[in-house]
């Protein structure tokens, strides 16, 4: 059984920060790739960023600059660091640990920054 864990959602203004964190937990043996994903309402969900289990990223433009992701592969946990953050990074965030053949999702937590 394997459990993949989001937090540090919540409510923000604009230009403010907000660290999320995402532990994977269970029979994980040996994971790839983690990253981060995001899903604002009506919309389809999204790339935010990648880390590769040796560092290298990925991210989307519309992040670029102002977010990092980072992980600890001691604690299969990977984080997002959101700086300067606008209305429109409001979005339900999900964690994807991918330990081929297979990818696991976390249940999402909800970032919402006001205006």
């Known amino acids: 059984q394997v459990q993949v864990v989001e937090s540090g959602g919540g409510l923000v203004q604009a230009g403010g920060s907000l660290r999320l964190s995402c532990a994977a937990s269970?029979?994980?043996?040996?994971?790839?790739?983690m990253g981060w994903y995001r899903q604002a309402p009506g919309q389809q969900r999204e790339l935010v960023a990648l880390?590769?289990?040796?560092?290298?990223?990925n991210y989307a433009d519309s992040v670029k600059g102002r977010f990092t992701i980072s992980r600890d592969n001691a604690k299969n946990t990977v984080y997002l660091q959101m700086n300067s953050l606008k209305p429109e990074d409001t979005a339900v965030y999900y964690c994807?640990?991918?330990?081929?053949?297979?990818?696991?999702w976390g249940k999402g937590t909800l970032v919402t920054v006001s205006s």
């Open positions: 994807k640990v991918v330990a081929a053949p297979v990818d696991y």
């Open positions: 269970g029979s994980i043996f040996s994971i790839n790739l």
């Open positions: 880390i590769t289990k040796i560092g290298i990223t």
